[in-house]
């Protein structure tokens, strides 16, 4: 099994920025990329950003230029850097583990609210 747990979400203004974490644990050898993922109010949950384990990465049209996602394999951990952010990127932002084998995995959630 995989766990992840979200952290870093909160309450910014409009134009502001926050760094979202998930920290990894557990049956990690199998996991071949690593995303971020976002559900608003009455929405669908939707795709922001990907990195995978040779470091390639993808964006939402939605987010390029404004988000990046790394990761620190050192200390098992994958970031969201969100600058410039939008009342409309107000949504429960969820990471996730691509498996090779076997399901994918979620975390919990973490709440971004961007709001003046």
């Known amino acids: 099994q995989v766990q992840l747990v979200e952290s870093g979400g909160g309450l910014v203004q409009p134009g502001g920025s926050l760094r979202l974490s998930c920290a990894v644990s557990g049956s990690i050898s199998s996991i071949y990329a690593m995303g971020w993922y976002r559900q608003a109010p009455g929405k669908q949950r939707e795709f922001v950003t990907i990195i995978t384990i040779d470091g390639s990465t993808n964006y939402a049209d939605s987010v390029k230029g404004r988000f990046t996602i790394s990761r620190d394999s050192a200390k098992n951990t994958v970031y969201l850097q969100m600058n410039s952010l939008k009342p409309e990127d107000t949504a429960l932002y969820y990471c996730?583990?691509?498996?090779?084998?076997?399901?994918?995995?979620w975390g919990q959630g973490t709440q971004v609210t961007v709001s003046s």
């Open positions: 996730k583990a691509f498996k090779r084998i076997g399901v994918d995995y």
